[in-house]
């Protein structure tokens, strides 16, 4: 287990034995919000697949999950799958993450639950989505680990308060393992 050294005015110095969280990331309806009429300031739009809606991006994006990366593992939980990484990501200038493996798309939203809890595991987790199925709920709130669930509005897509709160409760988790210097 890693640790890391802190020093804070509020908590003092010491070190952190600290598991990562594992952070799960869907892209339709977060990165890509989809329910409104026009896209967000900030957003641009691309069509990726032929014959279907452009998708929005917007490139601070890319800052957002590098940020996300380094306080957790970070995986694609979207059915883009791999193709989240090859058509999307390099629009955000980020390096590819690893991508939970759902059942071929079209699939219902609460297929989703399995796979993911088949990455999470026993880690604390975090999962942020503009879908979470009442079956995803339920998983949340059964697992022994610390899990938070973030729910994005598909009209407006992720927002900087969505990162920090993914951020904050990740450090949490850290700051609960702390050990004074001694």
């Known amino acids: 287990m890693p640790s890391f050294a802190y020093d804070s005015p509020e908590l003092g110095s010491g070190t952190v034995d600290h ?63 791999e193709n989240a990484n090859e058509l999307f990501l390099p629009l955000l200038g980020v390096e590819p993450l690893p991508v939970v493996r759902f059942p071929p798309v079209p699939f219902e939203p609460e297929l989703k639950v399995p796979a993911v809890d088949a990455v999470a595991g026993n880690r604390p987790a975090a999962w942020i989505d503009d879908n979470h199925t009442v079956a995803g709920q339920r998983w949340a709130a059964e697992r022994p680990a610390p899990t938070l669930l973030v729910s994005i509005d598909p009209a407006v897509g992720w927002t900087r308060a969505d990162v920090d709160r993914v951020v904050d409760w990740a450090a949490s988790l850290a700051l609960q393992t702390r050990r004074p210097r001694g």
């Open 19 to 81: 598991v990562a969280p594992v952070l799960f990331l869907d892209l339709d309806g977060v990165l890509s919000p989809f329910g409104a009429s026009a896209y967000p300031d900030g957003y641009q739009e691309r069509v990726f697949f032929e014959g279907e809606d452009p998708q929005r991006y917007c490139v601070a994006h890319g800052d957002w999950i590098r940020e996300l990366a380094v306080v957790g593992e970070l995986w694609w939980a979207t059915g883009w799958g």
